[in-house]
């Protein structure tokens, strides 16, 4: 099976079309189509054209799951948990989403679960907010999901937290949520968002388990047996320091496929600047910063 894995488009429709074409390239140069195209949040925020991306979304990806973004832009998430410029652009945001794009990204859930993999924005623990940015953050959620990877977005950096081999499996969390949340972590489409857990409540007894990699493009061999968290990289607003939008295509006999595409980034800064969008974000996208 072959699955592509896009995360936080972030309304930038010109890197989305070039990723899709890529998608359609692989397809045709290796003779095997990609079964499934999965989206693990932000598809809009920041960028220009998010009806654009959300309704190209609803029609190629298989499973999707939510995004802090996604959910500011339809009033789901407070306001206050954002930057200023953050803000800003979620109410812009909303000013442009049909009714359907609404009910789309209302509908999304925090976490799905399919085959191998568990989806997630954010991290198993805390779906739509939690930054997986060390292996000390990553190591108590690997208690957090059931599945042999989960993949989640978020940072917009293309990353692998790789389990320890003798490691199998980690406790349940540690209940540091509510049961509202904890329940709402494994039921996809559950209701409203419970309250943000106190990162700092989060006990470090479980230590560092897992190694920390940043792949660079190309395919990753997972050792057998290992469990991972990967993160795809971001579509739209890649943070790495290569501006080319990124994304993963999996191949179960193969692995983890990094890939990234260039766009014409200069298109989707003036469509920017013509919607006077935050011109400092602009200017990032073409750093990859
Ligand atoms: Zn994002």
Not at 42 to 57: A, F, K, T
Not at 132 to 141: C, D, K
Not at 243 to 263: K, Q, T
């Amino acid at each position: 099976m072959r699955y592509a894995v896009l995360s936080d488009i972030h309304g930038n429709y010109e890197a989305l079309s070039a990723v899709l074409d890529d998608i359609a390239q692989f397809t045709a140069e290796q003779r095997a189509p990609v079964d499934a195209i999965w989206c693990l949040g932000d598809i809009v925020g920041y960028g220009p054209e998010p009806h654009e991306c959300v309704q190209r979304v609803r029609e190629i990806s298989a499973l999707c799951v939510a995004g802090n973004h996604d959910w500011a832009a339809i009033g789901k998430l407070d306001l206050d948990e954002f930057t200023p410029v953050a803000a800003n652009s979620a109410k812009w945001t909303a000013e442009q989403l049909s009714a359907q794009d609404r009910i789309y990204l209302r509908g999304l859930p925090e976490v799905t679960l399919f085959d191998d993999f568990t989806l997630t924005h954010g991290s198993p623990l805390n779906p739509i907010w939690e930054y997986l940015t060390s292996p000390l953050a990553a190591t108590p959620n690997f208690g957090a999901f059931e599945t042999p990877f989960c993949l989640v977005g978020h940072t917009h950096v293309p990353t692998i937290f790789l389990l320890a081999d003798d490691v199998r499996p980690l406790p349940p969390p540690p209940l540091i949520l509510t049961e509202n949340r904890v329940s709402s972590a494994f039921a996809p489409g559950d209701s409203d968002l419970a309250p943000f857990p106190d990162i700092e409540a989060i006990p470090m007894t479980a230590g560092i388990l897992c190694e920390h990699i940043t792949p660079a493009p190309g395919l990753w061999l997972m050792p057998d047996h290992r469990r991972a968290i990967v993160n795809p990289g971001s579509v739209g607003q890649p943070r790495d320091g290569d501006p080319r939008a990124a994304y993963i295509i999996f191949d179960s006999d193969l692995g983890f496929e990094f890939r990234r595409v260039a766009y014409d980034v200069v298109t989707t800064q003036r469509k920017m600047s013509a919607q006077g969008l935050s011109q400092r974000m602009a200017e990032r996208l073409e750093k990859g910063v």
